[in-house]
């Protein structure tokens, strides 16, 4: 993926790593921990771990073009300060809703950043936006006590919807709203000045008390056996109730008795493509979650094997 020995060294495959985090695995000795919401080309990310080497940095970006960007900015950094920036830095290809709800810990976490997320200004996207008052809850429940959220926008309407979730409900954080002015020299942030803006908005929250807000757990998926399975009568069902589970297709190869579903799990803050096998083995018809996708085995995708199990059931009219 990436053409350099740096990035694997930097970057963590997060499908493929143990949740929570344990930060011990990640990097050597004890350090405050930082992460980046949103690491961009890591301009802020790169530069902050060279002039702080008391922190450890965590990026999270996802878009991946950004993510082999600052593994190419690390890279081409001279040789000490490459050595220094691969032992305290880390990227992760994730949603931000995911890593926080499931890799981090409650208050593990010494500072949060994050400079110029996307406004989504439109009134219909208005549900993409970070920030939100359960978003603050989580993210409060993650750091320390005492330790701080810091956000800078460009677009102060999006500043005030911040602010009005922040006191919606209770988030535990005390919060202070300023202008500021250029000084993170970050791609947008370059950007808005080149279009004439010199004003921008920071938002400090710091933690006052704390939020309880448990680690969402991975869960184990079960697979299921059937006796018989009769695909010309094999009916898929979607279902709405809680979880969204739709079910987009269904391939069955009678040659090598194997099957395939394709659906959608829709989760809050979280939705994912499965796929599902029906495999024929000297046990009986087997259900389960095809190997080789990066999902996150969640209460849907569970779900989801499970509703195509009891469809398996009544095509066959009978199971194990």
């Known amino acids: 993926m990436f053409d350099n020995e740096v990035a694997s060294q930097i970057f963590v495959p997060f499908h493929e790593y143990r949740r929570p985090m344990q930060v011990e695995r990640l990097f050597q000795g004890s350090s405050e921990l930082v992460v980046e919401v949103g690491s961009g080309q890591g301009e802020f990310l790169v530069q902050q771990a060279l002039e702080r080497p008391q922190c450890r940095y965590i990026g999270i970006e996802m878009d991946w073009g950004r993510v082999r960007k600052i593994c190419q900015r690390v890279a081409r950094l001279e040789e000490r300060e490459r050595k220094n920036a691969v032992d ?60 701080a959220l810091t956000v800078v926008t460009d677009h102060l309407p999006y500043a005030q919807w911040i602010e009005e979730q922040a006191r919606a409900a209770d988030t535990g954080f005390d919060l202070k709203l300023e202008e500021t002015g250029s000084r993170f020299d970050t791609k947008f942030e370059r950007k808005w000045r080149a279009a004439g803006q010199d004003v921008f908005y920071r938002m400090e929250f710091t933690k006052a008390r704390n939020v309880d807000m448990p680690l969402k757990e991975d869960i184990s998926l079960k697979a299921y056996y059937h006796q018989k399975f009769e695909p010309e009568r094999f009916v898929l069902t979607d279902e709405s109730a809680g979880q969204a589970v739709i079910f987009k297709d269904f391939l069955y190869d009678p040659r090598q008795k194997k099957g395939v579903v394709q659906v959608v799990v829709s989760e809050p803050h979280l939705t994912q493509h499965v796929f599902i096998g029906i495999v024929s083995t000297e046990k009986g018809w087997c259900v389960l979650k095809m190997g080789g996708q990066q999902v996150v085995p969640s209460d849907g995708v569970a779900r989801a094997i499970e509703l195509v199990s009891r469809a398996v059931e009544q095509s066959g009219r009978g199971g194990l």
């Open 88 to 147: 305290r830095i880390r990227i992760f290809h994730v949603d931000a809703w995911i890593f926080f709800e499931r890799m981090c810990a409650p208050r593990t976490l010494d500072e949060l950043v994050c400079l110029f997320p996307c406004p989504w200004p439109k009134d219909r996207h208005e549900h993409h936006r970070l920030f939100s008052n359960e978003f603050l809850r989580v993210l409060n429940s993650r750091l320390k006590e005492g330790k």
